[in-house]
Structures are given as structure tokens and as C-alpha cells.
């Protein structure tokens, strides 16, 4: 009994003397493990809190936006018609950049609804366009998410306007709901009625009470980088506009390209989601289109961001759509 006893108490000193390669690597194994797993977990919820902050910012924006619409009479913010003029409507409009006419707030460019939005929620506009440029697409305009800079300007009317290394905007509107139908023209030059697409219904203005299912019209969303050119990002002169996340993968583009899958990359910056204002002030989030395998989900109507609804004013005919060449969706009457 008591050798027993004696090689016992030999073991014992043994097994506390120290741990074994194995028992080392397994331990740091499990640590590695957690380590990751609490590191996932917490950039998940750094997502969640700019998702959040990204939301609260498109609802601050809103109500701005609606604000611009009580005191402008019904007429939507951002349109070539009204603010992207620098005019409201009926009013003479010099240049997009023009600082000197008093008659008339100075455009960034044709689809501005940043600029006049910035007052309304305590911003002094800036006198210089490059500051005005910032402050529009930064600070309180900006998704936390969002950190992509401008690329190279080559265009030279917005090489004025433009300071470098600037971020991209974070938020465009669709532009379908600010142009007019052809038979609503009232003229070809600014301060009139005059930015129209054939595929717009024939009641439609730039207006909240043309609106139908305000509800379900995009005013505002996460936006996409902008090519001019395959390879060069240029979101300064059509970065507040966009025709969202209605269009499906596209069929080859050639060496031009304007939209497509590597530049939306990005526009599913919450999580494979983005935020969305409608017409009516409310923010929704709304998914990719995705099944479980990758693929894309479509119906003739679009399925949840990808919903036609959401992008252009009811009645558009999307046969119409000036670029509908380069597109692989089906023609539609829009609800």
C-alpha cells in the first residue's frame, strides 16, 4: 500500500511540474478561437451601430427634405427642374456653380439636393463651392460606412467644384423622380420645366402630390461609386443621383460602363443591406436580392431593393429607359 502510494505521489509531481507541447497547443488553439470569435462579434456590432447612425442621418436628411417641399410649394428637392437649377421652378438660373446671382441658391450640379438641405439642419452653406462640395457629402450628410473617396475628376466644370480627397457621397436620390414627362415641358432652358425622359408617365412633375405610394418611392438610399469610365470613379458629377439598386447584373457593357456589379460592390454596405428613405419620411432597411447560394432572386417586378417600385414614379414604362440596351430586365409598367 505504500508504494503504492509513493509512485502516486511521483506522478502527481509530475503532472504539476509543467504541461506538454500538446496540452500548450491546445490551449492556444481555443484561445485563437475565441479571439476570432469575439473579434467577429464585435465588428458585427460596429456594423450594427453605423447601421443605426447611418438610419438616424437618412431621417434627419428627410425631414430637411420635406421641409424644402412645404416651402417650395410641393416641389421635390434635387431636380435639374427646381434645386439642381439653382432655381425653384419659374425662376432664372445662371450656371450650376454660378456664385454671383442672388435670384437664385448656386447649384453643385444638375441632381444637387444636398445644398439647399444644408441650412435646414443647422449648416451655414459655405461660400466656396469646394467647401459647399464637402460640407454636402460629409459630417452630418455622411454614412459612417462609407468611406470611399472621390476618384480623379476629369471633367473640367466639376474640377471647380470638387476638392481633392473628398469622400464620395454617401446617399443618392433616385433621378427618375426628378425629371418630367416630354408632354410636361415648358421649355429648354433653365428655370423652366425642361430635364425630361420619354419613359416618365404623362402626370408626373417633380412634385410630392404627383407622388403615388409615397411610401414606396426611394427619396434617398445608400449610394454607388459612379463610372464614367471602366476602372475610373468619378462620383462628382452624378453622385447624388443614381438609378439605385433596381438594375440586375447587366449584360456586357463594352469599355464604356456606368453601372454593373463591380461598382456596386459597395452599395451593400450594411451587411449586405442598404437604408432607404421613402417619400413619406419613414427608413427601412432592404436586402440584396440574394438565396442562399449567391444567385440573384428576380421577378418581372424586382424583389426586395431590387423592387422597381422603389426607383422610379409609378406608371414608368421601363421599355422606355434610355439606357435599357445595356439591361437584362424585363420591360415593365411600373406599380
Avoid at 500500500?1 to 490551449?27: A, K, N, P, W
Avoid at 480627397?165 to 428655370?191: H, I, K
Avoid at 438609378?243 to 450594411?270: M, N, S
Avoid at 421577378?299 to 414604362?317: H, K
Wanted: hydrophobic share 40%; charged share 20%.
Amino acid at each position: 500500500m505504500g508504494h503504492v502510494s509513493h509512485v502516486m505521489q511521483r506522478y502527481v509531481r509530475r503532472r504539476v511540474s509543467g504541461y506538454s507541447l500538446i496540452e500548450l497547443l491546445v490551449v492556444l488553439v481555443i484561445v485563437v478561437v475565441l479571439l476570432a470569435l469575439l473579434l467577429a462579434s464585435l465588428k458585427a456590432a460596429r456594423e450594427r451601430a453605423r447601421e443605426v447612425v447611418c438610419a438616424a442621418t437618412l431621417r434627419q436628411i428627410g425631414m430637411a427634405a420635406l421641409l424644402y417641399v412645404e416651402e417650395s410649394k410641393g416641389w421635390l428637392v434635387g431636380s435639374p427642374n427646381t434645386s439642381g437649377n439653382g432655381a425653384r421652378p419659374g425662376f432664372a438660373a445662371g450656371d450650376y456653380t454660378d456664385t454671383v446671382n442672388p435670384q437664385h441658391y448656386p447649384a453643385l450640379h444638375i441632381f444637387d439636393w444636398a445644398s439647399p438641405l444644408l441650412p435646414k439642419m443647422g449648416i451655414k452653406p459655405p461660400a466656396d463651392t469646394k467647401d459647399r462640395y464637402r460640407a454636402a457629402v460629409e459630417g452630418a450628410m455622411q454614412c459612417p460606412s462609407n468611406l470611399r473617396l472621390t476618384g480623379p475628376v476629369d471633367f473640367p466644370a466639376m474640377k471647380k467644384v470638387v476638392p481633392d480627397n473628398v469622400l464620395a457621397p454617401s446617399y443618392a436620390t433616385s433621378r427618375f423622380f426628378l425629371y418630367v414627362s416630354e408632354a410636361n415641358r415648358t421649355g429648354s432652358t433653365r428655370g423652366t420645366l425642361w430635364w425630361w425622359e420619354r419613359c416618365i408617365p404623362g402626370y408626373y412633375l417633380p412634385r410630392m402630390d404627383r407622388l403615388r405610394r409615397p411610401a414606396s418611392k426611394v427619396m434617398l438610399a445608400d449610394a454607388h461609386v459612379v463610372s464614367k469610365t471602366q476602372g475610373q470613379i468619378a462620383n462628382a458629377n452624378w453622385g447624388f443621383a443614381s438609378q439605385g439598386a433596381w438594375r440586375c447584373d447587366e449584360k456586357d457593357p463594352g469599355p464604356v460602363v456606368y453601372r454593373g456589379t463591380f461598382l456596386r460592390e459597395e452599395i451593400w454596405r450594411h451587411r449586405g443591406a442598404i437604408n432607404i428613405l421613402a417619400y413619406d419620411g419613414h427608413v427601412e432597411k432592404q436586402r440584396e436580392s440574394r438565396d442562399q447560394d449567391g444567385l440573384e432572386r428576380f421577378s418581372a417586378l424586382g424583389t426586395d431593393a431590387r423592387m422597381a417600385t422603389w426607383w422610379f414614379p409609378s406608371g414608368t414604362n421601363t421599355k422606355d429607359l434610355p439606357s435599357r440596351r445595356a439591361s437584362s430586365e424585363p420591360a415593365m409598367v411600373v406599380p
